[in-house]
């Protein structure tokens, strides 16, 4: 008997709750042989369940309740599981914790020995104790705002999982305004990066990803102060959507722009340090933080870490105003795009930072994007190596694997549009 779409589409969800919750259990040896098996076959169903949704152009509104509920079911098992080898969470936790007891956490160094009684059990384990935060005030106040309600590792989990609900409704609501089928939320519920970094492990892009998208539906209905606000707002929580900056042109008022400006700003006046504005350890992240980057690494021979982390950000910008220059009309590719193209040439390319792009990946052309959040599974291996006391360091194989498949999806998005045959008018 020939399954129908729907059904199809049920049968790949299912396979991946069973891989997902299997992993969840196995989330304490992250990057392992039997996890990296398990998200990986989750990732494959993930992309077969994609060209469902490319090939049906409308699903019944019950495949989509499940859908959504199979999603939550997953998301629960990570949830409720502890975060993992992965530590940025007990960063975020310290983060909250010394400014509620009224220290700078871009002038405290945690490993300080003068900071020492200011550490819980679960602060202790926190990354990089030698530096201070690297992390914008937005990302800070959204710390110091959720331990307020509750101090622990599960409730800033918590609070990223509902933002990431969150990104489903405002979706949910975007779809229809455009009249495009509800299904595509799908492309971004069932995305197995969701449950390894927003349930599971628990990190801040999530916030910045539903302001970005917020900012994107209010541009979308004309709301320009709002679209100007959650666009500054996002900024705040992380640096990379500032390459969209050249896509607000001529879309907000000059006004909304100087107001989101003002209110970054103001983010800022409770850390000031002498009347400057704290960077924390942004610098030595640029510096010498690596991971993942073999564009960098190439521009890194050539020129100094900060010209060549420059460069990333302008090729962000140029993409964006190719983007804005090549069309009027709005759409999630402008969005997802520079922030890809930036990401690519970055220092650092982490699983979590393509949790920026994924409310914006439903078309063709995002086909390469799509890819690159399955093919950037195997760079978990490198959390096992690390248990194993090797270096920090993604293998070349795996980069190779990876980006290899992300240039293979992209060659045959651009052969397709080259063979498109080209309709020619009618003449009389």
């Known amino acids: 008997m020939k399954l129908t779409p729907a059904r199809r589409l049920y049968l790949l969800g299912g396979v991946m709750l069973v891989a997902l919750t299997i992993c969840s259990r196995k989330f304490g040896s992250m990057g392992g042989p039997s996890f990296l098996i398990l998200l990986g076959i989750a990732g494959i169903a993930y992309l077969f369940a994609m060209r469902e949704l490319f090939t049906t152009p409308r699903f019944p509104r019950r495949v989509i309740f499940i859908g959504l509920a199979l999603a939550a079911l997953w998301h629960l098992a990570f949830l409720v599981a502890p975060p993992g080898s992965d530590d940025d969470i007990h960063r975020y936790l310290w983060d909250g914790r010394v400014q509620r007891l009224g220290y700078n956490p871009y002038v405290v160094v945690p490993s300080d020995p003068a900071a020492a009684g200011l550490h819980t059990p679960e602060t202790r384990t926190l990354n990089n104790p030698n530096l201070p935060s690297p992390y914008p005030a937005g990302a800070e106040l959204f710390f110091r705002g959720v331990?307020?309600?509750?101090?622990?590792?599960?409730?800033?989990?918590?609070?990223?999982?509902?933002?990431?609900?969150?990104?489903?409704?405002?979706?949910?609501?975007?779809?229809?305004?455009?009249?495009?089928?509800?299904?595509?939320?799908?492309?971004?519920?069932?995305?197995?990066?969701?449950?390894?970094?927003?349930?599971?492990?628990?990190?801040?892009?999530?916030?910045?990803?539903?302001?970005?998208?917020?900012?994107?539906?209010?541009?979308?209905?004309?709301?320009?102060?709002?679209?100007?606000?959650?666009?500054?707002?996002?900024?705040?929580?992380?640096?990379?959507?500032?390459?969209?900056?050249?896509?607000?042109?001529?879309?907000?008022?000059?006004?909304?722009?100087?107001?989101?400006?003002?209110?970054?700003?103001?983010?800022?006046?409770?850390?000031?340090?002498?009347?400057?504005?704290?960077?924390?350890?942004?610098?030595?992240?640029?510096?010498?933080?690596?991971?993942?980057?073999?564009?960098?690494?190439?521009?890194?021979?050539?020129?100094?870490?900060?010209?060549?982390?420059?460069?990333?950000?302008?090729?962000?910008?140029?993409?964006?105003?190719?983007?804005?220059?090549?069309?009027?009309?709005?759409?999630?590719?402008?969005?997802?795009?520079p922030m890809a193209a930036s990401l690519l040439c970055a220092p650092v390319v982490y699983p979590w930072y393509l949790l920026w792009l994924l409310p914006f990946v439903r078309s063709a052309s995002t086909v390469p994007i799509i890819v690159w959040t399955v093919s950037i599974i195997p760079t978990y291996y490198v959390w096992h190596l690390r248990t194993l006391g090797r270096p920090w360091l993604v293998p070349g194989w795996i980069m190779l694997l990876e980006y290899g498949c992300v240039a293979m999806a992209a060659a045959i998005v651009v052969l397709q549009r080259i063979s498109r045959p080209v309709v020619s008018g009618s003449t009389d």
């Not at 209110?263 to 006046?269: K, R, T």
Request: net charge positive; proline share 5%; charged share 15%.
């Open 147 to 337: 331990t307020a309600i509750h101090e622990s590792i599960f409730t800033l989990k918590v609070a990223f999982v509902i933002c990431d609900f969150a990104i489903v409704f405002v979706l949910l609501n975007i779809l229809r305004s455009s009249g495009q089928g509800a299904h595509w939320v799908l492309a971004y519920a069932w995305n197995p990066l969701l449950a390894i970094e927003v349930a599971g492990s628990g990190h801040i892009d999530i916030v910045g990803a539903l302001l970005l998208l917020v900012s994107f539906a209010a541009l979308g209905r004309r709301w320009r102060a709002v679209a100007a606000l959650a666009f500054g707002l996002a900024v705040a929580v992380k640096f990379l959507p500032i390459v969209l900056l050249p896509l607000y042109w001529r879309r907000v008022r000059l006004r909304d722009g100087a107001l989101a400006a003002c209110v970054g700003g103001l983010l800022y006046v409770p850390f000031l340090n002498h009347r400057r504005i704290p960077f924390g350890s942004l610098g030595a992240f640029v510096r010498s933080f690596r991971f993942n980057d073999p564009v960098f690494a190439a521009i890194e021979r050539m020129a100094a870490p900060q010209v060549a982390a420059g460069l990333a950000v302008l090729v962000g910008f140029l993409t964006a105003i190719w983007l804005r220059r090549r069309s009027p009309e709005l759409s999630p590719d402008e969005f997802a795009w």
